[in-house]
């Protein structure tokens, strides 16, 4: 077979003995075909045999200890049942007798192309000794599983929430283009040396181009989208670039019923999904930074709604609204959320060890708190100040609504007190949401009763 290919000559000859057909068969067909050409058609046959060829094919002979036979089959033979099974094949065998072992030097035959290695001769001895006459044994050796590989573990972890909050995923290409550079505000790019055309000019410095430009095909088909992506970016530092692996999501909604509930906590919205993630991932001590440089990432988003996500004095990624401009310019009419994750530092810091806490037998009361408040005053600020007056008291505290009133953002929080040691009186309750109330009414905010 491989020299017919070498030589691009495909012939009946070619396709017959690339299947192993026994080469001194061409002796034993003369013979039959000048034997029914004399029957048939009469005449008288020439002896001999013109061969070309320079010499005929040597039979290999192949060896193979006894002790391995053995070894391989888990079975103890006798030498002469070995024989005797090389016999019955039509093999010629010499038995060597060397040192402390029995070597069989087999004469393979040309019609058993299939008998090359020891093993192949082992096998067949195993075949006629009767496969039912050697034992299972399990393994004597030690099996050691492979190691997890967290990464894998983590990235699936991460998945599975991201579709679990209603999040597709998607996978973009590596390579973005001139005008994606010019839309987003990019500086800093690298590509290749060579690019095939503009729209493959610069390796991608984020996920979010690629994320923002999938809302732009696809919202018009939906009412609201939720996509993700976790992929490689290319970003230079320095004289030499930096390849590093990142989760990436936006969120995009259309429609004024959709907007009413969406546009204006988009933000809030957004960041949930990022607490979400990192609280199921075991990822302490977050917070959020608005005190940003103009990198390519914050050029991206609208100044007034961005923030670096910190943790531990490391920045893990960044969030945002889109900025309008580009937007405008891909022809989209609607708010779109962003953020961008590192992965590689977000699987260092995830905690696989999970602490339970016994819930409190004594029943929970719930209050609930509407404040107004200056457009930029932030959510965290009044929940240290919830969390902190309450004190133990306060199991959970949750914002279920923002909304805008006379110039003023107006926030509903939703207070849970409970006790593991008693149950709480309305009396106690009470005291403690007007000390709440106090605080806000101290620093300018309007609590509305």
Partial sequence: RKNSKALNLRTDASVRFENGLDVNSTLRALDRAAELIQKIVGGKIVSGIADSQAARPRRASTA???SYIESLLGVNIKSGEVVNIFKRLLLP???IKKKNDIFYEVLIPSWRNDLATGEDLIEEVGRLCGYEKIPAIMPTSVLIAADKNEELINEDAVKDIMVGAGYTEVYNYSLISESDKEVFGLKEMVGPRHPLSREQKYLRPNLIVGLVKNVESNLRYFDEIRLFEIGRVFRLEGKKIREKKMI??????KMERVRKRVE???FSEGKGIIDLLLEKMGVADVWYDD??????EMRMFQPAKRAL????NKTLGWLGEINKTSLSVLGIGESVFAFELDFELLNELVEREVAYRAPSKYPAIVRDLSLLVQPQTKIDQVLDIIENIGGALIIDTELFDVYEKGGQKGLAFRIIYQSNERTLTDVEVNASQQKIIKAMEERGWEARR
């Avoid at 990436?248 to 909604?253: E, R």
């Fill in 64 to 66: 193979v200890a006894h």
């Fill in 93 to 95: 065998t010499k038995v």
């Fill in 248 to 253: 990436s999501g936006v969120l995009g909604a």
């Fill in 264 to 266: 204006k906590s988009l």
């Fill in 291 to 296: 005190f940003l440089a103009e990198t390519n």
């Fill in 309 to 312: 996500v910190k943790t531990e």
